[in-house]
């Protein structure tokens, strides 16, 4: 049986991580599926729950803003504009990926690249427990590879129990999905690996004259090593086909499909009068809410048996709506949009 590890308890918790065993916990993105990131046997533990690639590199979590700096490898200027992010954004969803000190993290973390991806996330209850373990712990999705991310002890429990050593007891996750990945290797220039809350617009407006693009989907899809996770495979994959429709088709789209029973996530109006081979789940009624739902909806249709396939309004092509984008559409294997 796989513990659920209170406050009370972080101290165990922090012990199983110190011996090598892994813990999974709650940021305000997704949960994470932890593992002290200086024991390579350790994180081939999570390569290996997972069912992850292992060209796939990880996240290292932090407690301290601080710390990113003994174990990143830094220019003058790339420590002056890291100063500045972190103290616009952190804690919170934004990962950096940075040179990495050799000798610090084994390759398994690092995917054999000479760059890390850091985060502090905004968690005092995750924060306490990397202080407690004493190192930064390796944090991907608490969840089977491929498969819709976690945002709730349930779900954690769902994929896991009984194969990881414990989860921290808390409540669901704010967001709903994984971090904003920034690839500042380059202090002139810096790059988008992998959408999230944290946009391009609001990078540029924390950070005056800071020059800022994105890595486009087609260019995640096929980069052969990849510097940040979600760049390279398919994700987020309930059993059932998923489809992405945006909103002034997807009616029409239900009427021409009544011979099968449908799984339908997408906004509160949008989910009114629906045929009657229709099962709903409420995304809300704004970007913010359907980020934080969508993988929840995932799940939510991927536990019932009479769902044939899965339809979820796919919100316009704009940078507030890019990691709700990113992930459906990595999710799906139907797009319909014009």
């Known amino acids: 049986m796989t513990e659920t590890f209170t406050l009370k308890t972080l101290k165990k918790a922090a012990e199983l991580l110190q011996s090598g065993e892994l813990i999974a916990f709650p940021t305000e993105t997704v949960f ?3 593992a002290i990131a200086n024991n390579a046997e350790a994180v081939k533990k999570v390569y290996e729950v997972k069912g992850r690639p292992s060209d796939n590199p990880l996240i290292v979590h932090i407690s301290y803003p601080e710390v990113i700096f ?7 200027e790339q420590k002056q504009l890291i100063n500045q992010i972190i103290k616009a954004f952190w804690p919170g969803p934004l990962t950096l990926v940075v040179p990495v000190k050799p000798g610090i993290f084994p390759d398994v973390v690092t995917g054999g690249l000479n760059t890390v991806g850091i985060r502090l996330p905004n968690h005092r209850f995750t924060q306490k427990l990397i202080t407690e373990t004493g190192f930064p712990l390796v944090g991907p999705s608490a969840n089977k590879s491929g498969k819709p991310s976690p945002t709730s002890v349930d779900h954690v429990l769902h994929d896991f129990d009984g194969e990881i050593a414990g989860v921290l007891d808390s409540e669901p996750s704010q967001i709903g999905v994984e971090s904003t990945v920034l690839d500042v290797s380059d202090p002139h220039h810096v790059q988008i690996l992998r959408p999230g809350y944290v946009t391009r617009e609001m990078l540029e407006s924390a950070i005056p004259n800071l020059r800022v693009s994105q890595v486009s989907l087609t260019d995640l899809e096929t980069s052969e090593r990849p510097k ?23 009616l029409d789209y239900l009427k021409h499909h ?26 809300g009624n704004d970007i913010q809410s359907a980020m934080h739902h969508l993988f929840e909806a995932l799940r939510y249709f991927d536990s019932n048996p009479e769902i044939d396939k899965i339809v979820v309004e796919l919100y316009p092509d704009a940078s507030e709506n890019g990691a709700y984008r990113n992930r459906l559409l990595k999710a799906s294997s139907q797009t319909i949009e014009k």
């Open 228 to 250: 940040s996770p979600g760049m390279k495979y398919r994700h987020y994959s309930p059993n059932q086909p998923v489809i992405a429709i945006e909103k002034d088709q997807l």
């Open 258 to 283: 009544t011979d099968e029973q449908i799984g339908v996530a997408a906004n509160d109006k949008l989910l009114e009068n629906l045929p009657d081979n229709c099962h709903t789940f409420k995304l």
């Open 32 to 34: 994470g599926l932890g």
């Open 70 to 76: 003994n174990f990143a490898e830094l220019t003058e």
